[in-house]
Nanobody, 120 residues
């Protein structure tokens, strides 16, 4: 069964950085787009970024544009989310998802989530 393992979360002060990683087990992550979602307590889940299968196209929600960068390493079958200039409102559980094709529709696998806490 396809599984994703996301990691890299932690505690960080405002203005700090973290890099999240997404690894695949049981399938090749390179075969489709990969997205990152987050969900904060009491808030709706939101997709914050997605990278195309080729890695050429990336999209970001407005709240993270200019601060977060998604990338993929096809040789390692990994996707990353570099998060800079973190703010308290970035505090959430982050998880990656794998799409069968482009960055839309139902995803075929998701990670268990990694906690990011930005505190003063």
């Amino acid at each position: 069964q396809p599984q994703l393992v996301d990691s890299g979360g932690g505690l960080v002060q405002p203005g700090g950085s973290l890099r999240l990683s997404c690894a695949a087990s049981g399938f090749v992550l390179n075969y489709g787009a990969v997205g990152w979602f987050r969900q904060a307590p009491g808030k709706e889940r939101e997709r914050i970024s997605c990278i195309s299968k080729s890695g050429i196209t990336a999209e970001y929600t407005d709240s993270v544009k200019g601060r977060f960068t998604i990338s993929r390493d096809k040789a390692k079958n990994m996707v990353y989310l570099q998060m800079n200039s973190l703010k308290p409102e970035d505090t959430a559980v982050y998880f990656c998802v794998a799409y069968p094709g482009v960055c839309e529709g139902l995803y075929k696998a998701r990670g268990q989530g990694t906690q990011v806490t930005v505190y003063s």
